[in-house]
Structure formats: structure tokens, C-alpha cells
């Protein structure tokens, strides 16, 4: 199993950065794919960005692109979303989710994060 741990976000004003952690404990490996969703007020949650557990192959959703980025902190064992120039309309709960390589679809999910973009 693993554990994961949202921790970040906020209230924040348009044109804002914001940086999220995911803690990730238990049993994680290389193989793994952490990933970051969203799922906005009354919407289905979406998919934003993704890492491999080694740090390589990280896939986004395009509208973050740019915007975004995701990183592995070794000595703390956090995903990290940073966000910058944030919009109102990437208002929503953030999860952190977790996969390993031959899973289709995300097994493990943390509780979710409210980021709260004004503007």
C-alpha cells in the first residue's frame, strides 16, 4: 500500500504561486507514477500532471503547462506542485494519486487539498 499526504494549499489572489506537497509513504517504487489532480467546483476531477517515482517521464494537462511544474524532494519524500500565475479557474480540490507501472488507473489517492484562487 501507499500513503499519501496533501499538504499546501490556500487562498491566494490571479497571478499568485502556490506550491503543494505530497507526502508518499509505505510501499513505493521506481515503478510508480505519482500524480497530481484537480477537481474544480462542480466538475469531474481531471487529470493536471505527472511524475515517475524516478524523477523521469512527466506528462501535464495542457492548460497547465507552463504554468506548473512537478518535482521529487528526496529528503523530504514529497511530490511537489509548484503553481505560478494562477488563475480562477484553477480553483478545486487537489489530490495526489498514485500508481504502479502496470496499473491502467491510479490505486491510491490522498485526501485532497483546497487551493482557492481569486480574482
Known amino acids: 500500500q501507499v500513503q499519501l499526504v496533501e499538504s499546501g494549499g490556500g487562498l491566494v489572489q490571479a497571478g499568485d504561486s502556490l506550491r503543494l506537497s505530497c507526502a508518499v509513504s509505505g510501499r513505493i517504487t521506481n515503478s510508480c507514477t505519482i500524480g497530481w489532480f484537480r477537481q474544480p467546483p462542480g466538475k469531474d476531477r481531471q487529470f493536471v500532471i505527472s511524475i515517475r517515482w524516478t524523477g523521469g517521464k512527466i506528462d501535464y494537462q495542457d492548460s497547465v503547462k507552463g504554468r506548473f511544474t512537478i518535482s521529487r524532494d528526496n529528503a523530504r519524500n514529497t511530490v511537489d506542485l509548484q503553481m505560478n500565475r494562477l488563475k480562477a479557474e484553477d480553483t478545486a480540490v487537489y489530490y495526489c494519486?498514485?500508481?504502479?507501472?502496470?496499473?491502467?488507473?491510479?490505486?491510491?489517492w490522498g485526501q485532497g487539498t483546497q487551493v482557492t484562487v481569486s480574482s
Open positions: 494519486a498514485a500508481r504502479y507501472s502496470g496499473d491502467v488507473t491510479y490505486t491510491y
